[in-house]
């Protein structure tokens, strides 16, 4: 929960190609570090494609514990090592 004046850290990710299963595989396995919330983002294009989603938002406190912090990066290299590089759109939040 955030509390008032507390700032969330956030990534947008998109990942071109990706399934939709597997941004909730990541989704998922993110939300198991204390602290992170995702969501899945509609897709922006005006030609339907079953398997593209927006990207996945990836939010957690900006007081984080170096330990959290880390475990998030660790989770998005991995599906960056494996599925390849994605955009990012990260900032903070009020």
């Not at 947008?12 to 399934?19: A, H, M, S």
């Not at 957690?60 to 998030?72: G, I, K, S």
Request: aromatic share 10%; with cysteine.
């Amino acid at each position: 929960m955030q509390t008032a004046g507390e700032e969330k850290l956030h990534y947008q990710i998109r990942f071109p190609g990706l399934p939709l299963a597997v941004y909730r595989e990541i989704a998922a396995h993110l939300r198991q570090v204390e602290g992170v919330e995702t969501e899945l983002l509609p897709q922006q294009s005006q030609q339907f494609d079953y398997h593209q989603i927006g990207g996945l938002l990836i939010r957690y406190p900006e007081n984080a514990t170096p330990a959290c912090r880390q475990r998030v990066e660790q989770i998005l290299a991995y599906y960056k090592n494996r599925y390849g590089a994605w955009e990012d759109d990260s900032q903070a939040e009020s």
